[in-house]
């Protein structure tokens, strides 16, 4: 019981079988505590929508239960909806409305009177500076605004739990640095926030705790710091102030050129960067630069979904 | 005030505001084709007609006329706005909010209703560049006008539910409304037809409507007015039930 009231969503052997026979949970399992920025990664069609669905009311579940802060959405489903607030992956407001009557009509759903709903649609249009399109139809707006148009509407309930479903597909570098930092704002005023995204670092950034489905099932499930542990090799790309023809072998690491002047060098994390590079250096190889070749998780991601 | 009444009325607004927004799309074209009706068959040809029931024939189908504006009104708006949101997944937006299902329903309904009216209510003003229409019961006349567009939103919604692509929205009003619409006594009384033909005609339901709401005008009728309201409040229940049991479902709008 106590466990259920630290838990903003408790999922329990779900399962959803599609009519075209398509199986997309197979039974997934999962609590996400109050204050958490929690993760959701994997690839596509691993069912991460479908959970998003289920919780949301969009999907009808095969099986098994889901609880939001204790309510069972079997048991009152209405009740549950008011604690949840979804940006979804996919544009589905209408374009033809003005920005801000699309925020205010989504308060109205919930019940928010129409002087409240205009307050808090103020708010939070202010907020993720959409307040000067407020008059602007849907459509004239651009696809990152449309993005923090339903980051706008999802937050204007003021639910305890947002979900966003790959909130910052298709949103430039700076735009997007600007939405984590809103977020992460949301998350340390206590708002628990459950994040699907492609862009791993974005949950490498974000999330505390993370999650992995792949093929309908959670595959690994827990906090991030535990997670990177796992990462048992790193791969660098090492650029040379010079062209070089060849590199000696090294134990417990792996060089590639990628050209004459890319090295591609992969190498356990226990492997000392010094001796690394002291190893280049007995070759007159001098490096001029250095960057991740994928993120990290990314790298643990992609060993784990293809395992 | 009531959070399912804020419900209510922000759906209700949404929809009001989408018709009058789009006025030119959703009310003039209507009143456009209601007068040419009125130029065409009232005064060209109705004038070369002998009286109906008693009442030169302008007269007679003014009403049905009126009528038949707001069966097709109430059922384009529900069908092709309840349609288009799901095309446009906006219908998420309600179905993630705790929005009760019957609240949805009734929302949506008052477009109809309102687009439906509006429509009826205008082609009544038209109307008048034609003809003068007694009024002899006002109650039936907003009684039918009330229920037939409370029917025909909740019709249209159901085909709006269904519907996969824009095509399936015009088939229902194309193939089935508008010919039980132009047999349904709007340009001529059944009593005019053969006993046989009388009896069939009984079997469409926009008869009961057209004549109840010519009767709240002129005070003739051929079928009984109170069988009418009887009839419209069934298909009102029944029609109303089918609806919350699709979205209850989530027929057309979950996985």
């Given at each position: 019981?106590?466990?259920?009231?630290?838990?903003?969503?408790?999922?329990?052997?779900?399962?959803?079988?599609?009519?075209?026979?398509?199986?997309?949970?197979?039974?997934?399992?999962l609590e996400v505590r109050q204050g958490e920025f929690f993760g959701l990664l994997g690839p596509n069609g691993a069912g991460k929508t479908t959970i998003i669905g289920i919780i949301t009311s969009l999907v009808n579940k095969s099986g098994g239960s889901v609880k939001v802060f204790g309510i069972d959405i079997d048991q009152d489903f209405a009740a549950a909806k008011r604690l949840i607030g979804v940006v979804p992956q996919e544009f589905n407001f209408s374009i033809f409305e003005k920005v801000q009557d699309i925020v205010c009509q989504q308060a109205g759903y919930y019940g928010i009177a129409r002087a409240e709903a205009l307050v808090r649609s103020e708010k939070y249009l202010k907020k993720l500076g959409l307040w000067n399109k407020r008059n602007v139809a849907a459509r004239e707006l651009s696809g990152g605004m449309k993005r923090r148009l339903m980051i706008a509407r999802g937050l204007v309930h003021e639910p305890k739990l947002l979900i966003l479903d790959e909130p910052t597909a298709g949103v430039d570098v700076e735009l997007r640095r600007g939405m984590w930092d809103f977020l992460a704002e949301l998350n340390r005023a206590g708002r628990t926030i459950i994040l699907t995204t492609h862009y791993l670092e974005e949950a490498e950034v974000l999330c505390?705790?993370?999650?992995?489905?792949?093929?309908?099932?959670?595959?690994?499930?827990?906090?991030?710091?535990?997670?990177?542990?796992?990462?048992?090799?790193?791969?660098?790309?090492?650029?040379?102030?010079?062209?070089?023809?060849?590199?000696?072998?090294?134990?417990?690491?792996?060089?590639?050129?990628?050209?004459?002047?890319?090295?591609?060098?992969?190498?356990?994390?226990?492997?000392?960067?010094?001796?690394?590079?002291?190893?280049?250096?007995?070759?007159?190889?001098?490096?001029?630069?250095?960057?991740?070749?994928?993120?990290r998780l990314e790298e643990l991601f992609m060993a784990m979904v293809e395992e | 005030m009531?959070?399912?009444?804020?419900?209510?009325?922000?759906?209700?607004?949404?929809?009001?505001?989408?018709?009058?927004?789009?006025?030119?799309?959703?009310?003039?074209?209507?009143?456009?084709?209601?007068?040419?009706?009125?130029?065409?068959?009232?005064?060209?040809?109705?004038?070369?007609?002998?009286?109906?029931?008693?009442?030169?024939?302008?007269?007679?189908?003014?009403?049905?006329?009126?009528?038949?504006?707001?069966?097709?009104?109430?059922y384009t708006n529900t069908v092709s706005s309840f349609f288009s949101t799901k095309f446009q997944r906006n219908i998420e937006e309600l179905l993630v909010s705790p929005t009760p299902n019957g609240v949805i329903i009734?929302?949506?309904?008052?477009?109809?209703?309102?687009?439906?009216?509006?429509?009826?209510?205008?082609?009544?003003?038209?109307?008048?560049?034609?003809?003068?229409?007694?009024?002899?019961?006002?109650?039936?006349?907003?009684?039918?006008?009330?229920?037939?567009?409370?029917?025909?939103?909740?019709?249209?919604?159901?085909?709006?539910?269904?519907?996969?692509?824009?095509?399936?929205?015009?088939?229902?009003?194309?193939?089935?409304?508008?010919?039980?619409?132009?047999?349904?006594?709007?340009?001529?009384?059944?009593?005019?037809?053969?006993?046989?033909?009388?009896?069939?005609?009984?079997?469409?339901?926009?008869?009961?409507?057209?004549d109840g709401f010519r009767y709240g005008f002129l005070g003739t009728s051929d079928i009984n007015v109170l069988t009418g309201v009887a009839m419209l409040i069934f298909f009102g229940i029944t029609l109303f039930s089918v609806t919350l049991y699709l979205l209850k479902k989530g027929i057309g709008i979950r996985s």
């Amino acid at each position: 019981m106590m466990n259920e009231m630290r838990a903003a969503l408790s999922i329990f052997d779900l399962t959803k079988t599609y009519s075209s026979g398509l199986a997309a949970l197979k039974g997934v399992t999962l609590e996400v505590r109050q204050g958490e920025f929690f993760g959701l990664l994997g690839p596509n069609g691993a069912g991460k929508t479908t959970i998003i669905g289920i919780i949301t009311s969009l999907v009808n579940k095969s099986g098994g239960s889901v609880k939001v802060f204790g309510i069972d959405i079997d048991q009152d489903f209405a009740a549950a909806k008011r604690l949840i607030g979804v940006v979804p992956q996919e544009f589905n407001f209408s374009i033809f409305e003005k920005v801000q009557d699309i925020v205010c009509q989504q308060a109205g759903y919930y019940g928010i009177a129409r002087a409240e709903a205009l307050v808090r649609s103020e708010k939070y249009l202010k907020k993720l500076g959409l307040w000067n399109k407020r008059n602007v139809a849907a459509r004239e707006l651009s696809g990152g605004m449309k993005r923090r148009l339903m980051i706008a509407r999802g937050l204007v309930h003021e639910p305890k739990l947002l979900i966003l479903d790959e909130p910052t597909a298709g949103v430039d570098v700076e735009l997007r640095r600007g939405m984590w930092d809103f977020l992460a704002e949301l998350n340390r005023a206590g708002r628990t926030i459950i994040l699907t995204t492609h862009y791993l670092e974005e949950a490498e950034v974000l999330c505390n705790q993370i999650a992995i489905i792949a093929g309908g099932r959670i595959i690994e499930n827990t906090n991030k710091r535990e997670l990177l542990r796992k990462l048992d090799k790193e791969t660098f790309i090492l650029d040379s102030k010079a062209p070089i023809a060849s590199i000696l072998p090294l134990e417990d690491a792996s060089f590639t050129l990628i050209d004459s002047t890319t090295i591609e060098a992969t190498f356990g994390k226990k492997q000392s960067l010094n001796r690394v590079f002291e190893h280049l250096n007995s070759q007159d190889i001098i490096v001029e630069s250095m960057r991740n070749k994928a993120n990290r998780l990314e790298e643990l991601f992609m060993a784990m979904v293809e395992e | 005030m009531n959070s399912n009444l804020i419900c209510f009325l922000t759906i209700a607004r949404r929809e009001t505001t989408r018709i009058f927004r789009i006025w030119v799309q959703t009310l003039l074209p209507p009143v456009i084709t209601m007068t040419l009706y009125f130029i065409i068959f009232g005064s060209f040809i109705g004038s070369q007609l002998r009286a109906v029931n008693g009442y030169d024939y302008m007269a007679f189908i003014a009403p049905g006329l009126i009528m038949m504006a707001i069966i097709t009104n109430s059922y384009t708006n529900t069908v092709s706005s309840f349609f288009s949101t799901k095309f446009q997944r906006n219908i998420e937006e309600l179905l993630v909010s705790p929005t009760p299902n019957g609240v949805i329903i009734l929302g949506y309904i008052a477009g109809g209703m309102v687009r439906g009216m509006s429509v009826g209510f205008l082609v009544s003003l038209v109307s008048l560049f034609f003809v003068r229409l007694p009024l002899h019961n006002v109650f039936y006349i907003l009684l039918f006008a009330f229920l037939t567009s409370f029917v025909f939103s909740l019709a249209g919604m159901i085909n709006g539910i269904f519907a996969k692509k824009f095509d399936d929205i015009s088939i229902i009003p194309t193939f089935v409304i508008t010919p039980l619409t132009y047999l349904g006594g709007v340009f001529y009384s059944i009593s005019l037809l053969p006993e046989f033909w009388q009896a069939v005609s009984k079997a469409n339901p926009i008869i009961y409507m057209v004549d109840g709401f010519r009767y709240g005008f002129l005070g003739t009728s051929d079928i009984n007015v109170l069988t009418g309201v009887a009839m419209l409040i069934f298909f009102g229940i029944t029609l109303f039930s089918v609806t919350l049991y699709l979205l209850k479902k989530g027929i057309g709008i979950r996985s």
